[in-house]
């Protein structure tokens, strides 16, 4: 989840609560007001995780002691905000939302500005720019009045866009521009790098495009952008109509245009892969700041126009309608609530909502889904944000209703159950593993060959520890035992889990079974107590011990497995079907999985008993 970062004072002020300074200073009154809010925050579906101050996280990040003296210091909270809320990740979205659920504001009517198309002002695309970033989407904030506060969070709230929806500004980069130290119209361009000059922002020497991807590899925030861009025969690039770069998307924005706190028109730019996230960037952006436009709300379109003669005006402010059933959103809540109940529900989440009188449609709900509003896609989105207005800790709690006996554990579940309490009562200590490994961990490391007839390989793994779905539990037990090697001996360990091996007989490619394993690791041996931990698996499972060929039980027979020690091991038989290996296992797996002691290990499949 989003971690947001407002300063106390600002946003109980914005919020509307009527603590001082000096009020706020006091012990008591800071616990207070801390508590009331986040009881708040809990009734709205967000966190306050940390109460801190500027200096305190910059001690925390360097790892240095406390000090005193920090009375004086803006309070900081950290709020964890859901992914998805967009509109949440700055204090001016944030406290607008608080205010709506609390009823202290109406929902916002944001609206274009009636500004005429041949007035308008326009952004050409060129053709080139398909080969990079196709996408570019605009909007104008007239009369802003910034404050350090504000101008700040404008900022904060870009970078978090960044980090979160833009996908590290691989999907989406935002540009915002002084409006009036440039002049429109703008035009969005794909040109050689060499062919591009302009002075960055903070800086004062003119880069050429190519010279300035060699400058910023060794800038600590910028050079993790680089690789965007920087193996592309064409850059990016926003001109205005005197040829003055605004930007070099997704890299840096020029000098030229930089917005400060005397900046009254702000011109946005985002240039994107996915037009989709470009126009729910933008609109977050421009509903967040549009309150401290002078005509508050009200955001000046932009025409952008396409090389193939379509044109389009962003940004897209319009009102998405979606019908949701009344009974859907109580069934699912569990809950029995009227029309009108719903619809001051979702009033208090900035949703408009109507009931729905057309035709057969009585048990509808209109919701009126506002630009601020992304996340809202299904109506499972519409039932949420109901159940949070109501309260989750108002939902009365009851049991699903089902016939007696007719919700049964599945009998491989219950078998793994209780084979799971029967090695506990023989001093094991249960263990769960990753089921992804590498391949040296499934193969090389316990000395078998790849065959490449058993494992699912991973397509396209994010690294190498995460390779292939295992095919033995083996690698995920020694590698418990190999990183608390120093615990007391004996360390007795078992696992019940699940395996995958290709199988050409199943639509999928591929097949779980469920395993056992346990392991001994002790100063001696203990291959006689794998031994009877065998022989006590089988007593409870109800297998009798029978001569070698007798498919009445199980029996053992001399095994040659590479990851054993030779003559020291012996394959498990039930009704003349192998099911298992046990015996002391090789040194060279112990040493590759830095085990110094000796170790018996059992590994059976245990759905053969089904």
């Not at 709205?44 to 406390?66: N, S």
């Not at 591009?196 to 910023?216: C, G, H, W």
Request: negative net charge.
């Amino acid at each position: 989840m989003p971690t947001v970062s407002v300063g106390r004072d600002r946003l109980f002020a914005a919020l509307g609560k009527s603590y001082t300074k000096e009020e706020l200073k006091k012990k008591e009154v800071s616990e207070k007001a801390e508590k009331e809010f986040e009881d708040e925050c809990f009734r709205f579906g967000i966190e306050l995780d940390d109460v801190t101050t500027e200096k305190a996280i910059i001690r925390k990040e360097k790892h240095l002691d406390e000090e005193e003296g920090d009375e004086d210091e803006e309070v900081i909270y950290k709020i964890d905000i859901p992914a998805n809320r967009y509109d949440l990740l700055c204090l001016e979205g944030l406290s607008q939302a608080l205010r709506i659920f609390e009823k202290k504001d109406e929902v916002p009517q944001y609206k274009l500005a009636n500004v005429s198309k041949e007035s308008m002002m326009k952004m050409h695309v060129k053709p080139e720019t398909s080969l990079i970033r196709p996408h570019v989407v605009c909007a104008v904030l007239r009369g802003m009045t910034f404050t350090e506060a504000s101008y700040n969070s404008f900022i904060d709230l870009q970078d978090k866009l960044h980090q979160n929806i833009c996908r590290r500004r691989t999907l989406v980069a935002i540009g915002t521009h002084d409006l009036d130290t440039i002049q429109a119209p703008f035009s969005y361009e794909a040109l050689p790098p060499s062919s591009i000059s302009f002075v960055p922002l903070k800086q004062t020497k003119n880069f050429r495009a190519d010279e300035l991807m060699e400058f910023y590899k060794s800038d600590l925030k910028l050079k993790k952008f680089l690789h965007i861009i920087e193996n592309s025969k064409v850059f990016p690039v926003i001109y205005d109509n005197n040829r003055t770069v605004l930007s070099l998307p997704p890299i840096i924005n020029g000098a030229h245009s930089a917005i400060t706190l005397k900046t009254k028109n702000v011109f946005i730019e985002c240039t994107a892969t996915d037009l989709t996230k470009a126009k729910i960037v933008l609109n977050t952006i421009v509903t967040a700041f549009s309150s401290y436009c002078e005509r508050k709300f009200e955001i000046e379109p932009v025409e952008v126009l396409y090389p193939d003669g379509k044109s389009y005006v962003y940004p897209d402010l319009s009102i998405y309608n979606m019908d949701v059933s009344l009974s859907y959103i109580n069934r699912k809540i569990g809950l029995s609530l009227g029309a009108d109940e719903v619809i001051d529900l979702l009033n208090k989440m900035q949703l408009g909502a109507q009931q729905s009188v057309s035709g057969n449609k009585q048990d509808n709900i209109t919701v009126l889904i506002p630009p601020t509003r992304s996340d809202i896609l299904h109506p499972c989105d519409v039932m949420e944000d109901v159940a949070i207005a109501y309260g989750y800790n108002n939902i009365p709690r009851t049991k699903p209703a089902s016939l007696p006996g007719s919700l049964k554990p599945l009998v491989l579940n219950e078998l793994s159950d209780v084979l799971r309490s029967e090695i506990a009562m023989n001093g094991y200590t249960e263990v769960l593993n990753f089921i992804l490994c590498s391949w040296r961990e499934n193969f090389d490391m316990l000395r078998r060959r790849d065959d490449k007839s058993k494992a699912v390989v991973v397509g396209n793994p994010r690294s190498s520890d995460f390779e292939l779905v295992r095919t033995t539990l083996m690698p995920g037990i020694l590698k418990s035992v190999g990183h608390n090697k120093d615990h007391p001996k004996p360390i007795k360990v078992f696992e019940v889990g699940d395996v995958t091996m290709l199988d050409e007989k199943k639509d999928v490619g591929a097949t779980n079974r469920r395993q056992l394993a346990a392991l001994y690791c002790g100063a001696s041996s203990g291959f006689e107590l794998i031994h009877g931990l065998v022989d006590r698996i089988m007593e409870v499972l109800g297998a009798a011990f029978v001569p070698i060929g007798d498919n009445a039980g199980y029996y053992l027979q001399h095994a040659e497995e590479p990851e054993f020690l030779p003559g020291v091991q012996a394959s498990i038989y039930y009704k003349g079907k192998q099911i298992g290996n046990f015996g002391i296992l090789h040194p060279e797996v112990l040493k590759n999985f830095d085990i110094p002691d000796p170790c018996s290990y059992v590994e059976m499949n245990i759905e053969s008993f089904l």
